[in-house]
């Protein structure tokens, strides 16, 4: 019975080629979209799922208050992990991960190599982390200092394979280099991960003011004994402030009475994540990696999901549509004995046959897509993941899901026609009597008009964050990464390069104003005994005279860094978000006050206000901000004005050489690494116009099918009013105009939802445009457009055709 069915459904579909053509297309599109979509947001939610004790691991987070600025730090003290350890049996072990001393240099026979992905780690990082070990035991691999850990593919890269067990790797520090032992290799980490690393470092070798309970430097992780709950421990936090933060707090800060020491209760909060939550669900300044957005798995998985029930619904519509031409047959049948049920597996099984053949198609497109979706979301994604168990099953599973969705309501429309009226010539269904599948062509049309609306203001938003005036000159500055081998010689290359006619200015500092680059934070206080009333925290950046010139950033009172002032070295810009705090009146000549690790009192006076400017996305506010004159020699940016950027940057690399011989020479624009802070809007807009385009073009299909119903329930009627000298005009107005109301419903419905889920969208902004009216009105016009031109070759060829012969074939 199986096989005969199977047959019946091969040359149904075989007999019907362009509905079956029409219907194979919307349908691999919908599922290769779905299984896109499926494995980025597989991919998303496993991030870190791979460690073996996941479910214990969880990370402290701190948030600090004070003076008004919230900051949500990933980062902790160095004291806090092994004090929670020693003081609360709940922690089983710990590991702290520091990486603020940036890249190393590692040398390869004459050449050097910049590494970045490189991190200090504590020698009980693998007793938290546990990664496949290659040769070693990890358990002691960085007991010891001047040792390091490799992966496969950075053993590989210095050693050309991975028995590098005892080798060494030669680190440069200044003008000497330093050897590490390799004391373990382990497999490459897995690219769903935060702790992207090839280089891990013992943390004994790193440069630190060791105890300062008030500096949050580190990424500190717990793993937690067996069945413990996380949110008991951090009812132990305030406890761990008192005993160890107020004490090291008295040495800057005035917490003498009981007053002072709730203050810094208040100021100074811990928490702890699950380590499978800080991917998707952190919100935190500084995270060990790019994070991604909940927000968008859940839009990515809707979006598959509606595309899917789109091509569903186009299989429904188009069906119905040669409803008439199946008619007789279904008559037939049910006289020759063929019962309802019998018919309705009939029918499905047609379906799930139609959906395997489109699935076969859709990984055919997806084997051939991955690669530009891997460009499109800055994914790794491997067409073979859809060959593991899980994937494999889904794979199997999803005609039979597909099928029956698609396939359940024609399945029962076509069964249950009564055989004496279809045999008589009575069967007729008119279009307006399809509520049902109008509907469905409403909702078809009112997602393709949100994701328009949606690209639109992403789009829009994007062309805000490049088009506002951020307080400073992004365009035409080249940034020199790395240029800490330069040493005692950066001020000779600086001054080499600004002999050259297309370099304007150029500037060393410690930080520019992008989410990617170093920050630096303190707390200072406008008098020289700190108090929750006078404190705030404030980013200082390490600056030469030239960087407020060089940056073509404003200076709106006082005066700029020079080098006829020797006491600038005590000195400080700060930006007009600080001089609120300073209180009424000129803040020039006012003092702000910090301390050091001894607690000894810095005093700063104030010499010159810029005016605010965005130092981090668009996302954030603007905070307080000191400028200090303290030039580091690590990262250098030029203003330049040249139509030949490749021969400009030639003679800049020939100048690096003659003052850094063998050592690396990296460069980029300051605007792209701006862009690069939006990289998710971006990737967010260019997905969204890819998949609009697909809905629409799905959209458009169901409306054709829907059109082809209504002018094969309507020929009769058309040829009568073409007798009756109805013209060609009027006919294709006839049968257009319930499609345009369609459209216009969809509208309806579409607007307040695309302005509900895009407002909610840009109040992640503090920066942000607004939603226009005329958003609306392009999504309305291009849905009524697209849908008008679709229907229109429907009607047109309607219309057009010769009513002498409508009527002989009635």
């Known amino acids: ?384 993941t859809l060959f593991r168990p899980g994937f494999l099953v889904m794979i199997i599973l999803l005609p039979l899901f597909v099928g029956f969705v698609a396939g359940i309501y024609p399945a029962f429309f076509l069964s249950g026609f009564k055989p004496v009226q279809v045999l008589k010539g009575k069967f007729k269904m008119g279009a307006k009597s399809g509520k049902f599948r109008n509907g469905l062509v409403v909702f078809q049309f009112a997602i393709s008009i949100i994701l328009i609306i949606a690209t639109i203001v992403v789009y829009r938003q994007l062309h805000y964050i490049q088009t506002k005036n951020i307080g400073f000159v992004k365009d035409q500055v080249l940034i020199l990464k790395e240029t800490g081998p330069l040493g005692e010689h950066a001020t000779a290359f600086k001054n080499e390069l600004l002999k050259m006619p297309e370099i304007s200015s150029g500037t060393f500092s410690g930080y520019l104003p992008v989410s990617n680059s170093f920050r630096g934070d303190n707390t200072y206080s406008t008098a020289p005994v700190m108090t929750s009333t006078n404190g705030f925290s404030m980013q200082n950046w390490k600056v030469d005279e030239d960087y407020i010139s060089t940056l073509g950033m404003q200076l709106i009172k006082g005066r700029n860094f020079s080098k006829d002032f020797g ?92 003052f850094a011989p063998g050592m690396p020479f990296s460069y980029r624009f300051l605007d792209d690494s701006f862009n690069d802070m939006y990289q998710a809007e971006t990737r967010a807009g260019t997905t969204s116009i890819v998949f609009s385009s697909l809905a629409i073009f799905i959209a458009c299909l169901g409306l054709f099918g829907l059109a082809m119903f209504a002018v094969e329930q309507r020929t009769k009627e058309i040829g009568i009013r073409k007798v009756l000298g109805a013209s060609n005009a009027g006919i294709v107005r006839l049968l257009s105009r319930e499609f345009v109301l369609l459209v216009l419903i969809a509208f309806v419905i579409a607007a307040p939802v695309g302005w509900f889920f895009m407002h909610s969208w840009l109040q992640e902004f503090a920066f942000r445009t607004t939603i226009a009216w005329w958003i609306f009105a392009i999504a309305g016009g291009a849905a009524f457009v697209i849908a008008l031109v679709t229907v229109s070759f429907q009607s047109v060829k309607a219309a057009l055709a010769n009513p002498v012969m409508i009527l002989k074939a009635e």
């Open 567 to 658: 006491s600038d070295s005590t000195a400080v810009v700060i930006n007009e978000s600080t001089a609120k705090y300073l209180g009424a009146g000129d803040p020039i000549g006012k003092y702000l006050y910090s301390s050091d690790s001894k607690g000894n009192v810095l005093k700063y006076h104030v010499i010159g206000v810029v005016r605010d400017f965005n130092y981090e996305s668009l996302h954030s506010n603007i905070g307080p901000l000191g400028l200090f004159l303290k030039p580091s020699p690590f990262m250098a940016s030029f203003k330049i004005s040249t139509s030949d950027i490749s021969a400009l940057i030639g003679r800049i690399k020939n100048v690096w050489e003659k």
């Open 1 to 384: 019975m199986f096989k005969t069915y199977l047959k019946t459904a091969w040359r149904s579909l075989l007999k019907h080629r362009v509905n079956s053509v029409i219907n194979i297309i919307g349908l691999a599109i919908g599922l290769a979209c779905s299984i896109l979509i499926t494995l980025y947001v597989v991919d998303e939610l496993g991030y870190d799922r791979f460690f073996p004790d996941k479910d214990q691991i969880v990370r402290v987070n701190t948030d600090f208050n004070f003076g008004g600025r919230e900051m949500r730090m990933a980062q902790t003290s160095d004291i806090m992990g092994p004090t929670l350890q020693k003081d609360y049996p709940q922690v089983e072990a710990y590991t702290r991960i520091y990486n603020n001393d940036g890249d190393r240099l590692i040398k390869k026979g004459n050449e050097y190599f910049n590494e970045k992905r490189v991190a200090s780690v504590d020698s009980t990082f693998f007793n938290v982390f546990k990664l496949p070990v290659i040769a070693g035991d990890v358990r002691h691999a960085l007991d010891k200092p001047g040792t390091v850990v490799l992966t496969a593919s950075s053993a590989k890269k210095y050693f050309g394979t991975v028995q590098a067990l005892g080798k060494s790797l030669q680190i440069k520090y200044g003008d000497s280099l330093k050897p590490y032992q390799v004391t373990a290799v382990i497999k490459d980490i897995p690219a769903n991960s935060q702790f992207q690393f090839d280089f891990l470092f013992d943390m004994q070798d790193v440069q630190y003011n060791w105890g300062a309970a008030t500096s949050h430097n580190f990424y500190t992780y717990l793993k937690l004994k067996q069945g413990t709950d996380y949110h008991a421990l951090e009812k132990h936090f305030p406890e761990y402030v008192k005993n160890y933060v107020i004490p090291y707090a008295a040495r800057f800060m005035d917490v003498s009475n009981k007053a002072g020491a709730e203050d810094v209760n208040n100021i100074l909060t811990y928490s702890l994540m699950p380590l499978a939550d800080v991917h998707l669900h952190s919100d935190r300044v500084q995270e060990i990696s790019p994070t991604g957005n909940i927000q968008y798995v859940y839009i990515f998985s809707a979006v598959a999901l509606f595309i899917l029930l789109m091509a569903c619904i186009n299989f429904i519509n188009l069906t119905t549509a040669k409803s008439g031409a199946r008619a007789k047959e279904v008559g037939v049948r049910k006289v020759f004995g063929t019962d309802r049920k019998q018919l309705i597996v009939q029918f499905l099984l047609e379906s799930i046959v139609m959906v395997v053949v489109a699935l076969v198609f859709a990984l055919v497109i997806d084997f051939f897509a991955i690669p530009a979706f891997n460009h499109l979301t800055g994914k790794t994604l491997y067409f073979t």
